[in-house]
């Protein structure tokens, strides 16, 4: 059960599979830093416990023991991490990593395989796509001074998702479960390497019913694929540049029925898993492909040269509820649902009890392509001269990527419940425009490494020209008759300093300071968000009691908003400035394995816990649904102040069993000083999970899963419009066979 130091040489070659990864190693070690994979940040926990900022790395035992697909819960255990929910089953997360904006993880860089990977990160990060984390090998969250590496956004942290790597020999593997809901996932890969070639393709399929309920009966469920090949070509080992060539390529495509309508509070009170009436014909498709290649070249044993060349394209439409019209006059959908006693006949269109005259219900066709391609190159050069290790890593970006809206809106009646289409939109009559960005960035990570310190400089640079193209509401040609353009320039200079001391090989003291960067929109002349953070922490292992504590300070001179529908806004996805506010807070992880003596079982529990202050430093009054008007002393929203997630497991080489219960704590849906209640917040709830696996042999194995144990009902959020619920009281039973 237990894995031995002599595992961390592993990470010389970036090796980070199940069977290899050292889980149990925590104490700090004075081993010289080494290459590791370029597709990763750090590529194992030894790497992230001795980085100079704040980092976590889940490993793909750590994915296994619930084998989640919903990244929400994936990220439960991290500290420093805040998710609102909206579906419950983590199709659209919403990310946040110390304080920043949640909504759509638009403030946070979020990469697959070290490239960027939002539809367009630069011109619309708020974008609908995230990747399948049940196909990834290895999640990686890095947060501190140390993160200037992966812009463009640096101010809370990175999130890089590890896709299944290419393995050392002939293998493959056959996952299925099937449980409530009628939920079912298959999961298939298989892969090779030989001397000058290696292999992997992996097709991975998740879908459901859902859990929520029709009156007409239909499905609000989903039903997602995902395609991986990988092929890699590689020099001889005894070559004098040792090089390899690798090509990628991924496919995935969904289908999901799912709806911006949630319920107004008493509906949920009644039935939290309804849907009214006018969602039927809500629905979600989109399809997404990634052409990576990456080229490696060792040039010495102390340089080594990475290059990626990707292109990323996107393509959806969410068909949706938007307005309900009564009586000549039009409203939005969230603002009906925030006060439904304040409209009582568009409710009564809106949960079907009324019948209602034509084009009542606006549904908008909300049809976008995006495309995000470039090349990066990153330099890691080290050195050692005497008992000083020097590393330079220099990394360069070119990058290019477009967000085009090309959306009409469609008119229904509702009769007897049932919608009918009586009026069909025309394309581009809604929104007829392209937004774009061409980005150039570089960055400088210095790292001097003497006896027990190590102090990293860095330097990163953007320079980034954001434009919009409008063609107009009756221009569906795009002839250019009635366009209209704007262009706004940013350049930017981003430093940070780190350092991390070793007191002995169990107890390290770091921090850092940064400059936290986000890319304005491109209004002209609008600023970037700007702000300098702060870390400190400390890493320790006290007979056995392994931890992290760490506080932060992020410091925001100018916070930016965007407006978006998903948050209740008009989804133009302008930004606005927020002006000054204060986050703070400390991140506590503790470790312990109750059975460390034990030769044949292990019980390990660990305990994570997030502490967020949030303050606006002046008032200011927006269109967005999510902040509203603000007051100077409100909190943020969508911020819960305490969180926490505790585990206890009982490990064998036969079995497992994995308990996991985690605090959602309570948090406000609008900026408020006041208490959170359930007029202005989300009350917190306390959620288990459950699981267990047995390995019948060596190759084979069963597993069971429950969802929400003990059956609680509650809610995630208040956007788009109306509450939503959290995932009911499910369980899943599954098959696993290696070959």
């Known amino acids: 059960m237990k894995k031995t130091l002599t595992l961390l040489a592993l990470t010389a070659i970036g090796v980070i599979n199940a069977q290899q990864e050292p889980t149990s190693v925590d104490s700090i070690q004075q081993l010289d830093p080494v290459f590791i994979n370029s597709q990763v940040i750090f590529g194992s926990k030894y790497e992230a416990k001795n980085r100079t900022g704040s980092s976590f790395y889940l490993s793909p035992k750590e994915l296994e023991k619930f084998s989640h697909s919903d990244i929400n819960r994936v990220l439960r255990s991290v500290p420093g991490v805040n998710i609102y929910e909206e579906d419950g089953f983590g199709l659209r997360p919403n990310i946040s990593l110390r304080g920043t904006s949640p909504e759509r993880s638009a403030k946070i860089s979020i990469m697959e395989d070290g490239v960027l990977i939002a539809p367009a990160p630069y011109s619309a990060p708020a974008a609908y796509y995230f990747p399948s984390v049940a196909r990834m090998q290895a999640v990686e969250i890095l947060k501190g001074s140390s993160q200037i590496q992966y812009g463009p956004f640096t101010t809370g942290g990175a999130l890089n998702l590890v896709s299944t790597q290419i393995p050392d020999q002939f293998e493959g593997r056959i996952q299925t479960n099937y449980g409530s809901f009628n939920t079912s996932q298959t999961h298939l890969k298989i892969g090779d390497s030989k001397t000058n070639i290696g292999y992997a393709v992996e097709y991975l399929n998740n879908n459901s019913d859902g859990f929520k309920n029709l009156p007409n009966g239909d499905n609000t469920g989903f039903d997602k694929n995902d395609v991986v090949a990988k092929l890699k070509l590689r020099s001889n080992q ?47 498709t989109n399809e997404h492909q990634q052409f990576m290649v990456t080229h490696k070249i060792d040039v010495s044993k102390f340089l080594q040269i990475t290059t990626n060349a990707y292109q990323n394209d996107f393509s959806r439409n969410w068909y949706k509820l938007n307005d309900v019209v009564f009586d000549g006059s039009k409203q939005k959908i ?29 549904l908008k066709a909300n049809n976008r392509t995006y495309v995000s391609k470039g090349i990066q190159t990153k330099l890691d050069f080290h050195w050692n001269k005497g008992s000083v290790f020097h590393d330079v890593e220099i990394g ?165 908003g965007s407006d978006l529908a998903a948050s209740g806004g008009t989804g133009s996805l302008d930004q606005f400035n927020a002006g000054e506010v204060s986050v703070k807070g400390i991140e506590l992880l503790l470790n312990y394995d109750l059975l460390e003596t034990n030769n044949t079982f292990a019980l390990p529990i660990s305990f994570g816990y997030t502490f967020t202050d949030t303050e606006f430093l002046n008032s200011f009054g927006s269109d967005d649904g999510l ?63 459950f699981s267990g696996k047995y390995h019948v042999t060596k190759t084979f194995s069963v597993s069971a899963k429950v969802i929400n144990l003990l059956d609680k009902t509650y809610a995630v959020a208040k956007v788009p419009a109306g509450l939503r619920p959290g995932h009911p009281f499910g369980i899943y039973g599954g098959i696993d066979f290696r070959f």
């Open 238 to 284: 005894d070559a004098k540049y040792k090089q390899s060539l690798e090509f990628k390529f991924q496919y995935s495509d969904e289908t999901s029925n799912e709806t911006y309508l949630g319920l107004t509070t008493d509906d949920f009170k009644s039935n939290p898993f309804n849907r009214y009436a006018a969602s039927q014909k809500d629905l979600m």
């Open 334 to 362: 969230s603002k009906v649902l925030d006060k439904p006693q304040d409209y009582p006949n568009y409710m009564a269109i809106i949960n079907g009890t009324s019948d209602s005259e034509a084009n009542a219900l606006v």
């Open 396 to 560: 360069l970006r070119y990058h290019y990527d477009e967000e085009d809206r090309f959306q009409w809106k469609d008119g229904y009646s509702i009769t007897n419940g049932q919608m009918n289409l009586t009026s069909a939109g025309t394309p581009g009559s809604d929104a007829n425009r392209i937004s774009k960005a061409t980005a150039f960035a570089g960055s400088v990570l210095y790292k001097l490494k003497f006896n027990a310190i190590t102090i990293t400089p860095g330097l990163r640079y953007e320079n980034i020209v954001l434009a919009r193209d409008n063609f107009g509401s009756d221009d569906f040609n795009r002839s250019g008759t009635d366009l209209s353009s704007r262009e706004n320039k940013v350049a930017i200079f981003i430093p940070g300093i780190g350092f991390n001391y070793k007191f002995n090989n169990s107890t390290s003291l770091f921090g850092g300071i940064h400059k936290g960067f986000s890319p304005p929109g491109n209004t002209v002349g609008q600023e970037s968000e700007e702000s300098i953070n702060y870390e400190l922490g400390s890493r320790f292992n006290i007979k056995g009691l392994r931890g992290e504590l760490v506080g932060f300070y992020n410091d925001y001179s100018n916070l930016l």
């Open 627 to 689: 902040w509203g008007e603000v007051q100077r002393g409100d909190e943020l929203p969508y911020i819960a102040k305490h969180q926490f997630n505790t585990s206890i497991a009982l490990e064998h080489a036969k079995f497992e069993l994995n308990l996991n219960g985690r605090l959602n704590g309570a948090f406000k849906t609008e900026a408020s000083a006041d208490a959170v209640n359930s007029t202005n917040g989300i009350t917190s709830n306390f959620i288990i999970d």
